[in-house]
């Protein structure tokens, strides 16, 4: 398990982590999400010692980390840490020698994942000759070649098409069902919830959400209510605790707080319209993301 407890680092007057606790659990994807500048990156660097923080500490099974720990981590940063000039299965070779694995093993694992995402014919290529999106398989690469216990993703999704986007979404699902421990930051917060078991949500450097997803989405107050209906708009200036997300002709969205009686308010909707249908749910990533950043 990779474990943040009270971790602060400031810039200066910027304070870009501000006591950050959370954990990352083994054979679990977990999603890391916040707005621009919240401290994403800065946490990530923390972990391979890129960042000399200023408080608290990053643990890695419950031990500080170190040299030898860090040779069993796969990082793909935000900004590719390629080299442009060089070539693919050259560059890939001498990064998984960095991290301690044989000529031999590393040909072979750099091989195998160069087949398994489709660049066994641009091998020989140089980085900078390659598409974007090839690029961001080459950088996955090289965070996965060392067969890594901890992988940490910053922005991975980043650009990618539809087909290539799916393409990496099933392989962190396999990495974290062979369990491995699996942190990645997006931007895409419906890919997040469709993908992630856990999320944390950090805002302005201090964690604002952590945990299960599911659990999060229960523990919210609100419900999120849908009413299709024939006629005008349901007539709702009687009830409190109701706020109307969303009204176009035949559908109404709703914001319910949780003490207001369900019954009462399909009740109400009949005595003005004629109800279709009507669900409730929790609050989807992004509705729990935007609660949890404008509290």
Not at 12 to 21: F, I, Q, W
Not at 136 to 152: G, H, K, T
Request: charged fraction near 25%.
């Amino acid at each position: 398990m990779l474990e943040f407890e009270g971790v602060t680092k400031r810039f200066g007057s910027v304070t870009a982590l501000d006591t950050c606790t959370f954990s990352a659990g083994p054979g679990r994807l977990t999603g890391f999400v916040g707005p621009n500048g919240a401290g994403k990156t800065t946490a990530m660097r923390s972990v391979f010692g890129l960042v000399e923080l200023d408080a608290g500490t990053v643990r890695w099974r419950g031990a500080p980390i170190g040299q030898r720990e860090r040779q069993r981590f796969g990082y793909m940063p935000e900004e590719r840490g390629l080299y442009p000039r060089m070539r693919v299965r050259d560059q890939l070779r001498y990064l998984a020698e960095l991290c301690g694995h044989g000529r031999r093993q590393s040909l072979r694992s750099v091989d195998e994942w160069l087949e398994r995402l489709g660049l066994a014919d641009r091998a020989r290529d140089r980085v900078d000759t390659l598409s974007h999106g090839n690029q961001q398989r080459v950088q996955l690469i090289a965070a996965l070649v060392n067969d890594p216990d901890l992988l940490v993703l910053d922005e991975p999704f980043a650009g990618l098409d539809p087909i290539a986007l799916e393409s990496m979404s099933g392989l962190l699902r396999e990495v974290a069902s062979a369990g491995r421990t699996v942190l990645f930051s997006s931007h895409q917060l419906d890919l997040v919830e469709d993908l992630c078991e856990d999320v944390v949500i950090i805002d302005h450097g201090r964690v604002v959400r952590s945990g299960d997803l599911a659990q999060l989405r229960a523990g919210v107050p609100q419900r999120f209510v849908e009413l299709r209906h024939r006629g005008g708009p349901p007539d709702l200036t009687r009830l409190s605790g109701i706020v109307v997300a969303e009204s176009v002709p035949g559908l109404v969205r709703l914001q319910v707080a949780g003490d207001v009686d369900l019954a009462e308010l399909v009740a109400e909707v009949r005595r003005s319209t004629d109800l279709v249908s009507f669900s409730y749910r929790p609050p989807s990533l992004p509705e729990l993301f935007r609660e949890a950043v404008t509290a």
